[in-house]
Structure formats: structure tokens, C-alpha cells
């Protein structure tokens, strides 16, 4: 058995090293630069770091230590002949992945296998969007690069070091949870900007749809600010918010099928009858959108104070939902669905779908979920408005009171 799992493991290094390699020989062949390895010596150099890994854990360590010295002196040496022999500077790319490719062979044999299958996969698509990568670094803008090192130390630098615990009388305040939010409203403009400056118009509207699967409230107040600085872009601003209702139709199905089923099936009509209004309403935006053509002038990719703003609306609407639950109990589950309607679906439709196993009827949970879906639709309305350009606003607020009624009349309906 265990001559079994070793060979296994050396198939594995050998097939994540061949991945690897058939990228590096692909972009050879392309003529996308100069490479010391290809199909065959990248397995190659997976399995010598398994077999580095064996021999250290049978004989010594040490025997580990000479493997990667090997490994890395014989590329170093590749190196420099590259470099001698083309007579100019040659970038140390497939140098550097053979080098990690070493190591995940040595992960591989540690039976650390989804870890090193990651890092093969994420190593490979960076090597495949060499040409992208740099298109990209050359036609950026000096604000857009000081845009994205904002952007990585709200996300990256200030929100680990923010405790994940509530605070206050009857725990109403969780500092790491709001910060979550102003990093998620940034992260949704911030991906908004670069699908829409790679891909125009429908890029924004495939990131609204995306963004809508997250959370289709915090999508709507990033386009909402979007809106105001393009102006000529509402219409597809607009239909990038009404899909991303469509994204948290089907994340609400997802979290109803995992948690209670039958509460899902009593509430399917009602869903699948929203999201087929949704998408013929959206249709005929689309058609609309297409008859302008408008060319668009980006922003900045980076907006703080709205996502500042909204996570201190969410705070306060988090507050009031904990109070609600403490002074109300069960009365007031549909006071708390309707209060977290506005920031957020997920708790209400995963606590309520969860009580419905024991403690509440389905039919209360229905109409309580069902509640804080029409809530969150007429929030985002209202958002757009509000915080929106002119048009953008009207699009998006005239779509949600027709989608609210609507879902009132299904409420009594069902």
C-alpha cells in the first residue's frame, strides 16, 4: 500500500510538472521567448523534488537541500548560456517557475496535493497571459497604479489586522465585518473599471451580474457612483444593476437547497417568476442600449467614501437587526427580515430557512425570507436614485417598484 501512494505521488508531480511544461513549450513554439525546458524537463524537475523529498525522509534531510541546490544551480547555469547566446537580456520567467516547480514536487510528496495543484494552476495561467499582463502594465496610468495600491491596503494591509469579534451590548458591532464591506463596495468598482476599460459596456454589465452573486446591494451603490461620473453610460450601468439581481436569485436558491429544501420548493414560483420579470425587463434594456452607441471616458477605478458610507449603513442596519431579534424575539421576524433586507439577503434566508426545521413554520419563513428579498430589491431602488445620475436612478428605481409589487401580490399569492 505504501509503495502504492509513493508511485502515486510521483504520477502527480509528473503530471503538474507536464502542465507546466506544456505551457512553457507552447510559448516557445509561438516564439513568445527563450526557454531552457519544455514538456519533458519540467516533469522532470516536479519528480526530482518528490524524489529530493523520499530520500530526505528515509536518509537525511540534508539530501533535500542538495536536490533544490542541484535544481538550482543547473537553472542558473541554463541562465546564463540563454543569456550569452542571444546576446541580450532575457527575463528569468521560466527560470523561476522551474524553480517552484521543484517545490511543488516536494508538496506533493508531503501529501500537500491541492496546495501544490493550486499553485501549478495559478503559476500556469500567469505564464499563459504573459502578452495580457503586459499590455496591461504598459497602458496603465499613473492614477490607476496609486488607484490599485489604495485598493490592496484597505483589503490586504488593514483588514487582517481588524478583530473578527462583536462588540457592544448585545454584540451589535463587529469591526472586521463592516471593514469587509467597504472592502467588498471597492473591490466591486475597482473589477467594474477593468472589465469595462478591457471589454467596454457589456463588461460592466457581466460585472454587475457577477457582482450580484456576492451582493447585489453593495453592486448597486458602486454603480450608482459610477453613474455619476458617466453619465452616457446609465443604461448599461442600469442593466449591469437589474442582472445583478438575477446573481442573488440564484445565490438564494443555492443557500435554500443546501439548508431546506422544502422550504426552496414552496418558494421556487415566487423566484422563478421574479427572475423571468427581471430578465424580460432587462432584454428590453438591452435592446434600448444598443441603439446608442456612446463613448465612454473611465474615472478612477477607486472610490472610498461611498464604500466608507455604505459600511457605516451597514453597521447601523446590523445594529438595529440584533436589537430587533433581542426586543422582539420571534414577533419580530419579519421586523428583522424587512430591517436586513437592506444590506443583506444571506442572514435572513439562512437563519429562517434553519428555524424552519424546528422552531418556526415554513410558511412564516417563506413569508419572511420572501420579505427581505422585496426589501432588498427597494433598497437598491431607492440607492440608485438617490446616490445615482438622473437616469440611471429612474431605470433602476422604476424597475424595482414594478419587481416589488409584483412580488407583493405573489406574497398573498403564495
Not at 63 to 91: D, Q, S, W
Not at 155 to 182: C, Q, S
Amino acid at each position: 500500500m505504501a509503495d502504492f501512494v509513493l508511485i502515486q505521488q510521483f504520477l502527480i508531480a509528473l503530471a503538474l510538472g507536464a502542465l507546466i511544461g506544456l505551457e512553457r513549450e507552447y510559448a516557445h513554439y509561438r516564439g513568445k521567448g527563450q526557454s531552457y525546458a519544455g514538456i519533458r524537463t519540467y516533469p522532470l524537475i516536479a519528480l526530482f523534488g518528490s524524489l529530493s523529498a523520499y530520500l530526505g525522509n528515509i536518509i537525511s534531510p540534508w539530501l533535500l537541500v542538495v536536490g533544490m541546490l542541484l535544481v538550482g544551480g543547473m537553472i542558473l547555469i541554463a541562465y546564463f548560456t540563454i543569456n550569452e547566446r542571444v546576446h541580450k537580456y532575457v527575463g528569468a520567467t521560466s527560470e523561476v517557475a522551474g524553480f517552484i516547480t521543484f517545490f511543488i514536487g516536494v508538496l506533493v510528496y508531503h501529501d500537500q496535493v491541492l496546495l501544490a495543484t493550486i499553485i501549478t494552476i495559478t503559476m500556469t495561467l500567469i505564464l499563459y497571459a504573459r502578452s495580457i499582463l503586459h499590455n496591461f502594465a504598459r497602458k496603465m496610468e499613473k492614477k490607476e497604479l496609486a488607484d490599485t495600491l489604495k485598493f490592496v491596503v484597505i483589503a490586504f494591509v488593514i483588514l487582517p489586522f481588524l478583530p473578527d469579534t462583536w462588540y457592544g451590548p448585545h454584540a451589535i458591532f463587529n469591526p472586521y465585518l463592516v471593514w469587509l464591506m467597504v472592502v467588498f463596495i471597492s473591490g466591486i468598482s475597482f473589477s467594474g473599471y477593468i472589465m469595462l476599460k478591457w471589454f467596454g459596456e457589456k463588461g460592466i454589465v457581466l460585472a454587475g451580474f457577477l457582482g450580484g452573486i456576492a451582493s447585489s446591494t453593495a453592486t448597486t451603490l458602486s454603480f450608482a457612483e459610477r453613474s455619476r461620473k458617466e453619465k452616457k453610460m446609465f443604461r448599461a450601468l442600469a442593466l449591469g444593476v437589474i442582472l445583478a439581481n438575477v446573481g442573488m436569485f440564484g445565490r438564494i436558491a443555492v443557500l435554500l437547497l443546501a439548508v431546506n429544501r422544502s422550504v426552496f420548493w414552496k418558494l421556487f414560483p415566487v423566484i422563478a417568476a421574479l427572475v423571468v420579470i427581471t430578465l424580460v425587463f432587462s432584454y428590453y434594456l438591452w435592446r434600448k442600449a444598443n441603439k446608442v452607441k456612446s463613448k465612454v471616458k473611465l474615472a478612477s477605478p477607486f472610490t472610498i467614501w461611498p464604500a466608507l458610507k455604505f459600511g457605516a449603513f451597514f453597521a447601523v442596519i446590523i445594529m438595529l437587526t440584533k436589537l430587533a431579534n433581542v426586543y422582539f424575539s420571534t414577533r419580530g421576524i419579519y421586523l428583522i427580515s424587512f430591517f436586513s433586507g437592506f444590506v443583506d439577503i444571506d442572514p435572513v434566508v439562512l437563519s429562517l430557512a434553519q428555524l424552519a426545521k424546528t422552531t418556526i413554520s415554513e410558511k412564516v419563513a417563506q413569508n419572511g425570507i420572501l420579505i427581505g428579498i422585496l426589501t432588498n430589491i427597494l433598497a437598491k431602488g431607492s440607492i440608485a436614485y438617490w446616490l445615482g445620475g438622473r437616469d440611471f436612478g429612474k431605470i433602476v428605481l422604476s424597475f424595482s417598484l414594478v419587481l416589488t409589487i409584483i412580488g407583493i401580490g405573489l406574497l398573498y399569492l403564495f
